[in-house]
């Protein structure tokens, strides 16, 4: 078969979504397993969609050209590790050598959300300046220009999630106050709107609807969060797309709607930001998209290991 | 003479400074003069720099390479104008269509604070992800990753003084609220510590060693602000190293003393800012640094006219 495949896969705390890829960057096979957690659950769990994409793609496992891993949590490129990833309990994983030697393949880790930045772009043919918005259990943005990701001096390029400029000065986990994260994701709706329980992005819309003022208000809070992201990424970086993406993406229309609602209201005030059409530049990822395990594929080549 | 030197400049409010570049992007020859206000005023001040740099270089007008221009306003870099410049007097100019039928020469625009960004990186030997952070009588940064600026969508790629993320909440002309540059830059000195008059920043230091204690809260404010949008480029791009440039940059070793104790003091508080060695990548412009002269002649090389 074709040696060229590129493997590409995305681990999340729940499932981990595997793809091969083309020479052309077309999707030819995708696999989807539940994750199993812990560094030797994490190890087995890649092993099992590669064998799947070998299986699907009729390529033995030693036949394909890289294997690229999106993953939560502090990443060191250089050495392959992973650190921090406590969602999928891991403090620390040599993921890229262990899935060397299991595999014969070269492999390259990213963060996930870097990766699904690097897939959106590739997906939805976006050039220029493409920020991604990952909203998620946390909030952090993937930056691509031309094509290639800014990662930045210590992997923390789109971190934006921690910084402290919330007006409501909420306390956060990583010592501050305010944090955009506290009020623009999913751990902030659980925290703030415990009637959501363990999925409150699942269930906060039909609450709206059933005129629950607390859901509305913790709506009002992600959606006001989401605007502060995308004025902010614009007014940083000027890109020509803020894609907005991660579980809340699910929230749809509804969600787009009312952060270019919130943006227009506040280029209504201001002239400077009227000049900047900040609501025209957000779009959303598709419902199904595979942009992280296609992201990862993406970025194996630059670095093998 | 040599046919390859560029030339750059930097027309500022005040002044306006130019240099030669040669090949290598050494700095031949200097000229500094006063500049004329007004659409006429700004290209003869322009014309005379050049002409002043042919004398000191013995080359012939017609025989330099390039000339880049770093210039305040919105910059359109397409048809080589300049929008909005209101402390030249300039409401619209095609500065680069007139330079170069005067000229004879190739003319290229930059955004001043772009071209700040670009000669900084330069002439420090800064690698990898680079803010530039220009307190003058507004607040924005500059951003060059791996040498290249980084503009944005319509330009406006580091405009961070327009984020309206300050506590004190102050009006701004944009018609926001709490804008960074209300804080942080002489026009806030200026409105927020009327005591200070025209060129506040020039006195600051005195007044405040002398108890004032209007010019003590206006420096504090100055130093938080400049300090927030360090933490703010940092969570965005990661940056390797985030310069301070402008014309506050002449508060000198208190300011950026001030900067960096705020910095470590938010990361005493923050396991997670703690990790990032903020106050460590910090560092001041040079006094008598030509940057954005120098990186108006390296951008030029980019896009003539």
Known sequence: ?????????????????????????????????????????????????????????????????????????????????????????????????????????????????????IGAAHLMRLDGVVAYLNLGTGLAAGLVIDGAPVRGAQGVAGEIGHLPVDPLERPCPCGQRGCIETVASGSALKRYWPAGGDHPGRVLLAAVDAGDVEAVHAFEQLVRGAASCVRLLSLTLDPHTVIIGGGLRFLGSRLLDGIRETLDGWAAQSPFLGMLDLSGRVELLAADSSAAAVGAALASEGRRR
Not at 24 to 39: H, K, L, M, Q
Not at 45 to 50: G, L
Not at 51 to 66: D, I, K, N, P, R
């Open 1 to 117: 078969m074709n040696g060229a495949l590129r493997i590409g896969m995305d681990i999340g705390g729940t499932k981990t979504e595997a793809v091969a890829l083309d020479r052309d960057g077309t999707v030819v096979a995708v696999a989807r397993i539940a994750t199993v957690g812990g560094p030797d659950g994490v190890v087995g769990t890649a092993e099992r969609v590669i064998a799947m994409l070998s299986e699907q793609t009729g390529c033995a496992v030693a036949e394909f050209a890289s294997v690229g891993v999106g993953i939560p949590g502090r990443i060191d490129r250089e050495h392959g590790e992973v650190h921090n990833a406590y969602n999928l309990g891991l403090a620390w994983l040599p993921l890229a050598g262990r899935l060397a030697d299991a595999t014969g393949l070269p492999v390259a880790l990213d963060n996930d959300v870097t990766a699904a930045a």
